[in-house]
T-cell receptor, first 118, second 112 residues
Framework: DTGVSQDPRHKITKRGQNVTFRCDPI?????LYWYRQTLGQGPEFLTY????????KSRLLSDRFSAERPKGSFSTLEIQRTEQGDSAMYLCASSPAAGVRGITDTQYFGPGTRLTVL | GQNIDQPTEMTATEGAIVQINCTYQ??????LFWYQQHAGEAPTFLSYNVLDGLEEKGRFSSFLSRSKGYSYLLLKELQMKDSASYLCAVKMTTDSWGKLQFGAGTQVVVTP
Protein backbone atom coordinates (compact mmCIF):
# COMPACT_ATOMS: atom_id res chain seq x y z
CA ASP A 1 0.00 0.00 0.00
CA THR A 2 1.58 3.29 -1.06
CA GLY A 3 -0.97 5.66 0.46
CA VAL A 4 -0.60 7.97 3.45
CA SER A 5 -0.58 6.09 6.75
CA GLN A 6 -1.19 7.36 10.26
CA ASP A 7 -0.65 5.80 13.64
CA PRO A 8 -2.44 5.28 15.94
CA ARG A 9 -5.91 5.27 14.41
CA HIS A 10 -7.55 5.96 17.76
CA LYS A 11 -6.22 7.47 20.97
CA ILE A 12 -8.05 7.95 24.24
CA THR A 13 -6.25 9.95 26.88
CA LYS A 14 -6.92 11.80 30.08
CA ARG A 15 -6.83 15.56 30.27
CA GLY A 16 -3.33 16.82 30.97
CA GLN A 17 -1.52 13.93 29.31
CA ASN A 18 0.78 14.27 26.31
CA VAL A 19 0.07 12.44 23.05
CA THR A 20 2.06 11.95 19.86
CA PHE A 21 0.79 10.98 16.44
CA ARG A 22 2.78 9.76 13.45
CA CYS A 23 2.22 10.27 9.74
CA ASP A 24 4.00 8.48 6.89
CA PRO A 25 3.37 10.29 3.60
CA ILE A 26 3.42 8.86 0.10
CA UNK A 27 7.11 8.23 -0.48
CA UNK A 28 7.75 10.58 -3.39
CA UNK A 29 5.77 13.48 -1.89
CA UNK A 30 7.82 16.24 -0.34
CA UNK A 31 4.91 18.29 0.99
CA LEU A 32 3.15 17.25 4.18
CA TYR A 33 0.17 18.86 5.90
CA TRP A 34 -1.61 18.40 9.20
CA TYR A 35 -5.30 19.23 9.56
CA ARG A 36 -7.80 18.90 12.37
CA GLN A 37 -11.44 18.00 11.83
CA THR A 38 -14.30 18.12 14.30
CA LEU A 39 -17.72 16.57 13.83
CA GLY A 40 -19.78 18.23 11.12
CA GLN A 41 -16.96 20.48 9.96
CA GLY A 42 -14.41 20.39 7.18
CA PRO A 43 -10.71 19.91 7.95
CA GLU A 44 -8.88 22.95 9.33
CA PHE A 45 -5.26 23.56 8.43
CA LEU A 46 -2.73 23.23 11.26
CA THR A 47 0.75 23.19 9.73
CA TYR A 48 2.76 22.45 6.59
CA UNK A 49 6.19 20.99 5.81
CA UNK A 50 8.18 21.11 2.64
CA UNK A 51 10.78 18.41 3.09
CA UNK A 52 12.01 18.88 6.68
CA UNK A 53 11.20 22.61 6.87
CA UNK A 54 8.04 23.68 8.71
CA UNK A 55 6.93 26.64 6.62
CA UNK A 56 3.68 27.69 8.24
CA LYS A 57 1.71 27.15 11.41
CA SER A 58 -1.93 28.08 11.85
CA ARG A 59 -3.06 30.25 14.73
CA LEU A 60 -5.01 27.15 15.75
CA LEU A 61 -1.69 25.55 16.67
CA SER A 62 -1.16 26.77 20.22
CA ASP A 63 2.15 26.43 22.01
CA ARG A 64 0.97 23.06 23.33
CA PHE A 65 1.21 21.68 19.81
CA SER A 66 4.47 20.85 18.06
CA ALA A 67 5.16 19.11 14.80
CA GLU A 68 8.36 17.77 13.32
CA ARG A 69 9.54 16.13 10.15
CA PRO A 70 13.17 15.46 10.99
CA LYS A 71 14.36 13.71 7.85
CA GLY A 72 11.81 15.00 5.42
CA SER A 73 9.95 11.70 5.45
CA PHE A 74 7.57 10.84 8.30
CA SER A 75 6.16 13.52 10.60
CA THR A 76 5.00 13.61 14.20
CA LEU A 77 2.44 15.85 15.86
CA GLU A 78 2.65 16.17 19.63
CA ILE A 79 0.03 17.70 21.89
CA GLN A 80 1.15 18.50 25.41
CA ARG A 81 -1.18 18.88 28.40
CA THR A 82 -4.20 17.79 26.37
CA GLU A 83 -7.53 19.52 26.92
CA GLN A 84 -11.03 18.27 26.16
CA GLY A 85 -11.21 20.78 23.32
CA ASP A 86 -8.39 18.93 21.58
CA SER A 87 -10.73 15.99 20.90
CA ALA A 88 -10.92 15.74 17.12
CA MET A 89 -9.77 13.77 14.11
CA TYR A 90 -6.20 14.68 13.18
CA LEU A 91 -5.58 14.22 9.48
CA CYS A 92 -2.30 14.13 7.63
CA ALA A 93 -2.02 14.74 3.90
CA SER A 94 0.83 14.76 1.42
CA SER A 95 1.32 16.10 -2.08
CA PRO A 96 4.05 16.16 -4.69
CA ALA A 97 5.97 19.36 -5.43
CA ALA A 98 4.05 21.80 -7.56
CA GLY A 99 5.58 23.22 -10.69
CA VAL A 100 6.53 19.88 -12.11
CA ARG A 101 5.06 19.50 -15.58
CA GLY A 102 1.88 17.53 -15.58
CA ILE A 103 1.62 17.22 -11.81
CA THR A 104 -0.93 19.08 -9.74
CA ASP A 105 -0.35 19.36 -6.03
CA THR A 106 -3.40 17.35 -5.10
CA GLN A 107 -3.36 16.45 -1.44
CA TYR A 108 -3.93 12.82 -0.49
CA PHE A 109 -5.14 12.17 3.00
CA GLY A 110 -4.35 9.46 5.48
CA PRO A 111 -7.03 7.66 7.53
CA GLY A 112 -6.58 10.04 10.47
CA THR A 113 -6.05 9.65 14.20
CA ARG A 114 -9.17 10.12 16.28
CA LEU A 115 -8.27 11.67 19.62
CA THR A 116 -10.62 11.57 22.59
CA VAL A 117 -9.61 13.52 25.67
CA LEU A 118 -11.54 12.51 28.80
CA GLY B 1 -10.85 35.49 5.90
CA GLN B 2 -12.23 32.91 3.54
CA ASN B 3 -15.95 32.06 3.23
CA ILE B 4 -16.81 28.76 1.63
CA ASP B 5 -20.49 27.87 1.66
CA GLN B 6 -22.18 24.64 0.74
CA PRO B 7 -25.52 23.13 1.79
CA THR B 8 -25.52 21.04 4.93
CA GLU B 9 -27.46 18.06 3.63
CA MET B 10 -29.10 16.73 0.48
CA THR B 11 -31.23 13.65 -0.04
CA ALA B 12 -31.76 11.83 -3.33
CA THR B 13 -32.92 8.44 -4.50
CA GLU B 14 -30.79 5.70 -6.01
CA GLY B 15 -30.27 6.25 -9.75
CA ALA B 16 -31.03 9.97 -9.58
CA ILE B 17 -28.78 12.99 -10.07
CA VAL B 18 -27.69 15.38 -7.34
CA GLN B 19 -25.90 18.72 -7.72
CA ILE B 20 -23.92 20.09 -4.77
CA ASN B 21 -23.20 23.80 -4.98
CA CYS B 22 -20.25 25.58 -3.44
CA THR B 23 -19.72 29.33 -3.31
CA TYR B 24 -16.57 31.01 -2.14
CA GLN B 25 -15.21 34.47 -1.48
CA UNK B 26 -11.50 34.93 -1.82
CA UNK B 27 -8.99 37.66 -2.50
CA UNK B 28 -6.93 35.30 -4.65
CA UNK B 29 -8.14 32.04 -6.13
CA UNK B 30 -5.82 29.29 -7.31
CA UNK B 31 -7.93 26.17 -7.68
CA LEU B 32 -10.87 24.28 -6.22
CA PHE B 33 -10.97 20.66 -5.09
CA TRP B 34 -13.83 18.31 -4.30
CA TYR B 35 -13.32 15.47 -1.83
CA GLN B 36 -15.61 12.64 -0.72
CA GLN B 37 -15.56 11.57 2.90
CA HIS B 38 -17.36 8.56 4.31
CA ALA B 39 -18.11 8.64 8.03
CA GLY B 40 -14.99 8.02 10.09
CA GLU B 41 -12.73 7.85 7.06
CA ALA B 42 -10.25 10.14 5.33
CA PRO B 43 -11.28 12.53 2.56
CA THR B 44 -10.61 11.05 -0.88
CA PHE B 45 -9.86 13.23 -3.89
CA LEU B 46 -12.59 13.51 -6.52
CA SER B 47 -11.82 16.45 -8.79
CA TYR B 48 -9.82 19.60 -9.34
CA ASN B 49 -10.81 22.75 -11.27
CA VAL B 50 -8.58 25.74 -11.85
CA LEU B 51 -10.05 27.05 -15.13
CA ASP B 52 -13.70 27.81 -15.89
CA GLY B 53 -15.74 24.96 -17.24
CA LEU B 54 -16.76 21.40 -16.67
CA GLU B 55 -14.49 18.48 -15.76
CA GLU B 56 -16.03 15.05 -16.18
CA LYS B 57 -14.87 11.85 -14.52
CA GLY B 58 -17.25 8.99 -15.01
CA ARG B 59 -20.37 9.51 -12.91
CA PHE B 60 -18.90 12.64 -11.29
CA SER B 61 -18.51 16.06 -12.90
CA SER B 62 -17.33 19.34 -11.45
CA PHE B 63 -17.94 22.82 -12.77
CA LEU B 64 -16.21 26.10 -11.98
CA SER B 65 -17.03 29.76 -12.63
CA ARG B 66 -14.25 31.94 -11.26
CA SER B 67 -16.06 35.21 -11.99
CA LYS B 68 -19.02 34.06 -9.90
CA GLY B 69 -17.00 32.34 -7.18
CA TYR B 70 -19.08 29.24 -7.79
CA SER B 71 -18.57 25.54 -8.30
CA TYR B 72 -20.77 22.50 -8.31
CA LEU B 73 -20.24 18.78 -8.10
CA LEU B 74 -22.68 16.68 -10.09
CA LEU B 75 -23.25 13.06 -9.11
CA LYS B 76 -25.12 10.99 -11.68
CA GLU B 77 -26.70 7.53 -11.45
CA LEU B 78 -26.52 7.67 -7.69
CA GLN B 79 -25.58 4.51 -5.84
CA MET B 80 -26.04 3.70 -2.18
CA LYS B 81 -22.28 3.83 -1.70
CA ASP B 82 -22.35 7.52 -2.72
CA SER B 83 -23.88 8.34 0.67
CA ALA B 84 -21.10 10.44 2.18
CA SER B 85 -20.02 13.98 2.96
CA TYR B 86 -18.72 16.00 0.00
CA LEU B 87 -16.17 18.68 0.81
CA CYS B 88 -15.42 21.73 -1.31
CA ALA B 89 -11.90 23.12 -0.76
CA VAL B 90 -10.25 26.23 -2.16
CA LYS B 91 -6.58 26.96 -2.69
CA MET B 92 -5.60 30.62 -2.65
CA THR B 93 -2.82 32.32 -4.59
CA THR B 94 -1.46 33.71 -1.35
CA ASP B 95 -0.72 30.14 -0.34
CA SER B 96 1.58 29.11 -3.13
CA TRP B 97 2.43 25.90 -1.41
CA GLY B 98 -1.13 24.71 -1.51
CA LYS B 99 -2.90 25.06 1.83
CA LEU B 100 -6.56 24.17 1.38
CA GLN B 101 -9.48 25.89 3.03
CA PHE B 102 -12.49 23.61 3.33
CA GLY B 103 -16.21 24.15 3.51
CA ALA B 104 -18.15 22.34 6.22
CA GLY B 105 -19.22 19.62 3.81
CA THR B 106 -22.52 18.51 2.32
CA GLN B 107 -23.95 15.26 3.65
CA VAL B 108 -25.57 13.35 0.77
CA VAL B 109 -28.07 10.69 1.75
CA VAL B 110 -29.02 8.22 -0.97
CA THR B 111 -32.28 6.39 -0.36
CA PRO B 112 -33.49 3.20 -2.08
Amino acid sequence: DTGVSQDPRHKITKRGQNVTFRCDPISEHNRLYWYRQTLGQGPEFLTYFQNEAQLEKSRLLSDRFSAERPKGSFSTLEIQRTEQGDSAMYLCASSPAAGVRGITDTQYFGPGTRLTVL
Amino acid sequence: GQNIDQPTEMTATEGAIVQINCTYQTSGFNGLFWYQQHAGEAPTFLSYNVLDGLEEKGRFSSFLSRSKGYSYLLLKELQMKDSASYLCAVKMTTDSWGKLQFGAGTQVVVTP
